[in-house]
């Protein structure tokens, strides 16, 4: 059996008026790419997923034993929700988020006081809380595939307790260096540490399994033994070709092509989080129009943004500074029938996957980020040789990087001088270059990743 263990399921559940409950598609990457492939048997016939509830609506399926999923052995932890906080908000994404992406101020941020030992006990709770489902449902020899940040104490923990399992620990996320690591309290530092090294850690980019390494032995000393794998995830193609033709998809591309009519068009998808770089990418494309007068009124730029994270004051914070960020371009150039940025924060995915078809070119800036699977989608969906525009620090850099422009995320005129080449490009070059994109795009689908997964787990 193959027993996964990640923060969110492969589903969220809703109260309908009736008194049942309906199944949604949990958001984020990892439910995505492990729900199809669990629910079609590719793991194997028999697979169990440990997710923790999110919410009351959770909390009551799982009661009801109504949360359930086609061929999975679904168990969803109940949490109490002030310790589920400072699990989630406090320790996984206010500090391990902020110092794997790089973004804490270092002169204010992070503080470590008595709110934090709090939390971090939370973290440790709640991730024995994983170790110990994984433990009762997994037989003997079972493979465990334990999920992202917010679980990394999870392979030491079910290690002491089930010694014959074969844990593999993949994150999503970039793995700070050796420098940053040591931000973190020693105790902290150790366990995390710790704790990855004991099990196989596979990354999305051979450069964070590197920073990993380097910080491991930071933390646990020179002969610190690092057992990791570099496993790209893609889309998956046949989900995006339905989707591309979907009812939705359609009218909504119909919409676009009102809204953009016969100007050019950048795109760029993202939760609203702070490592995605949304404001310098608006501050870019400012400087684009300064500097560029022959494209005003020539080009609209659509920002796909999903909310995510709302409780965090930083969060919510970094959503205003958007808003206002989108506001000042258009307050600086829009005329009367033109709007140069359209913020859209409908979470609507078949409009999202209409904009990255109809767009010509794809902005993709992030700060950091593990992969970045929206580079690749763009590739596979896109119908007008758009070309990408790509930070070095996303992961799916390493794959995609003959093809993209580069982007240097913190430098706004190199930023805005890739987004005028993008558009400027001629149509021969940016077809050659939208092929070996569709190419190096499509060359890794979700089940090349997973038995990527079972792969090093079974050579444990
Ligand atoms: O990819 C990193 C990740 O944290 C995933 O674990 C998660 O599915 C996604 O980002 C979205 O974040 P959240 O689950 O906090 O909404």
């Known amino acids: 059996m193959t027993v996964v263990v990640s923060n969110r399921g492969p589903y969220r559940f809703t109260r309908t008026a009736s008194g049942g409950f309906d199944a949604h598609h949990a958001s984020g990457g990892v439910s995505s790419a492990l729900r199809p492939l669990l629910t079609s048997g590719a793991a194997g016939a028999d697979a169990a997923w440990i997710a923790a509830a999110h919410d009351d609506d959770d909390r009551a399926a799982m009661v009801a034993g109504e949360a359930q999923a086609p061929g999975i052995a679904l168990t969803l932890l109940d949490h109490d929700p002030a310790l589920h906080r400072l699990y989630y908000d406090v320790v996984s994404n206010g500090t391990l988020w902020f110092l794997h992406h790089g973004l804490f101020d270092l002169v204010r941020r992070p503080r470590f006081d008595h709110r934090f030992t709090e939390a971090w006990a939370a973290y440790e709770t709640v991730n024995r809380s994983f170790a110990k489902a994984a433990a009762e449902v997994a037989s003997e020899g079972d493979v465990v595939l334990v999920q992202d940040y917010q679980l990394a104490l999870v392979p030491e923990m079910l290690r002491a307790e089930r010694g014959d399992l074969r844990i593999v620990h993949f994150s999503h996320t970039p793995f700070c260096g050796p420098n940053s690591i040591r931000v973190l309290p020693d105790h902290a530092a150790l366990a995390l540490c710790g704790s990855m090294s004991g099990a196989i850690a596979g990354f999305h980019s051979a450069r964070w399994a590197r920073s990993f390494e380097a910080s491991a032995r930071e933390i646990l000393g020179n002969d610190a033994r690092c057992r990791t794998f570099v496993a790209p995830l893609g889309p998956d193609p046949d989900e995006l070709a339905e989707l591309a033709e979907s009812p939705a998809a359609l009218t909504a591309g119909q919409e676009l092509d009102e809204l953009v009519g016969d100007r050019q068009m950048i795109v760029r998808s993202d939760r609203v989080d702070p490592s995605k770089n949304i404001v310098r990418g608006f501050a870019a494309y400012d400087l684009l129009l300064a500097e560029h007068r022959e494209l005003r009124e020539r080009v609209v730029f659509v920002a796909r943004l999903t909310s995510s994270r709302e409780s965090l004051p930083e969060y919510m914070a970094y959503a205003n500074e958007v808003e206002q960020a989108a506001a000042r371009v258009n307050e600086r150039w829009a005329t009367n029938d033109w709007q ?83 558009l400027m490009m001629p149509a021969s070059e940016r077809a050659s270059r939208a092929a070996r994109w569709r190419e190096l795009s499509a060359a890794r689908t979700p089940r090349d990743w997973l038995d990527n997964q079972l792969k090093a787990a079974h050579s444990s």
Request: net charge negative; glycine share 4%.
């Open 340 to 422: 140069p940025v359209v913020v859209d924060l409908r979470d609507d995915y078949p409009r999202t996957i209409a904009a990255l078809a109809r767009t010509d070119v794809l902005l993709v800036n992030p700060v950091k980020d593990g992969l970045n699977l929206v580079a690749k989608e763009g590739a596979l969906v896109n119908q007008r040789d758009a070309v990408l525009c790509l930070s070095r620090d996303a992961g799916a850099w390493d794959e995609l990087h003959e093809t993209a422009l580069p982007v240097h995320p913190y430098d706004l005129a190199q930023t805005a001088g890739a987004l005028h080449d993008a």
